[in-house]
């Protein structure tokens, strides 16, 4: 099966959300940051390349059993070189081979070579899903990773505060796990794994990236009704994300880029709005509303109002008042 075969139908609320730019060009800065990185690493000519070292505390011996012939002679691996010497294999139309070493790379880049995880969460998923357009073999081997991964949830998340380094691995395993259910074309076992949770229960076992992650899906498969299921509390959970957008237009990166993040934030904001209201809490949604569009929030209040308003639009859902006012065209 294609990786993009399958894909959840199209609302009006994903249209609106995939027309927002900024993750593109957030996403292109950390990825020209990422390439900076690298070339000041030293490098070899080999598919492992040199390079940094493993950013988890791996011993020469395990490094060695994972790695293999892969690496350096000095023990070291260059994620991104070795990426290269993939991308070369799927152009010469070595695809058993390539997807043989791109799975390998999706499972241990970023455990060799700690800043491969930027990459592997995004430009490698491209890669694979490119690959699978050739060579839907890949499929079945990352779907293998998956049943690997699954097979290690049948025990209770460690907990965070006396178990760290368990509850970490276990929450990159769950991260892991969704992206391959997208990956593979089984997104439905996502929102199953979604829908048999209690409100609040992946807030509290789990990591913030992994719930974003969570509500991406749940967004893109049209299942807004599940979104308020990943916290306990939207506006305190809203609270945090606003502190924390907050900090970061503190410092400015350009009006263009300002605007764009605040723009962002709106939409997000509105999904929880809408996902509010098709649950039938409107008070909630009302009161996230309010905390959103509190004066005094972020630098571009009128940015955030048409990000929140077009995802609004897009579902034709009445758009409030107050965020109406805020709107460049007065809406």
Not at 21 to 27: E, F, I, V
Not at 37 to 51: T, W
Not at 69 to 98: C, Q
Request: neutral net charge; hydrophobic residues 40%.
């Amino acid at each position: 099966m294609c990786a993009r075969c399958w894909t959840a139908p199209t609302s009006p609320l994903v249209t609106a959300l995939r027309s927002d730019a900024l993750n593109k060009l957030l996403y292109g800065v950390l990825m020209i940051a990422l390439g900076l990185v690298y070339l000041a690493m030293p490098s070899r000519c080999s598919p492992s390349g040199g390079g940094s070292r493993a950013s988890m505390d791996l011993s020469p011996s395990e490094r060695e059993a994972i790695g293999g012939d892969r690496l350096a002679p000095d023990g070291s691996f260059n994620a991104m070189v070795f990426r290269a010497w993939v991308l070369g294999l799927i152009e010469r139309g070595e695809h058993e081979k390539a997807a043989e070493e791109i799975v390998w790379l999706w499972r241990y880049g970023a455990v060799l070579d700690g800043p491969f995880v930027g990459v592997r969460g995004s430009y490698l998923i491209q890669d694979i899903r490119s690959l699978a357009e050739v060579h839907p073999p890949v499929l079945n081997l990352l779907r293998g990773v998956r049943d690997e991964l699954e097979a290690g949830f049948g025990v209770p998340v460690p907990d965070q505060r006396r178990e760290f380094r368990a509850w970490r691995a276990r929450d990159e395993a769950r991260r892991d796990w969704i992206t391959l259910n997208d990956l593979i074309g089984e997104r439905e076992r996502t929102l199953a794994w979604v829908a048999a949770l209690g409100p609040g229960e992946i807030e509290r076992a789990y990591s913030g990236w992994a719930a974003e992650k969570v509500v991406r899906v749940l967004i893109a498969s049209n299942r807004e009704d599940l979104v308020t299921r990943t916290v306990s509390d939207p506006v305190r959970y809203f609270e945090r994300e606003m502190d924390s957008h907050d900090r970061m237009l503190a410092v400015s990166l350009g009006p263009q880029i300002d605007r764009m993040t605040e723009e962002s934030k709106g939409r997000q904001a509105a999904v929880w709005y809408v996902a509010l209201l098709a649950n039938g809490d409107a008070r909630t949604g009302e009161r996230l509303m309010e905390l959103v569009f509190e004066p005094g929030r972020g630098v571009d209040p009128a940015a955030r109002a048409e990000g929140f308003a077009a995802v609004l639009d897009a579902r034709s859902i009445p758009v409030p008042t107050r965020v109406g006012t805020l709107r460049p065209r007065g809406e």
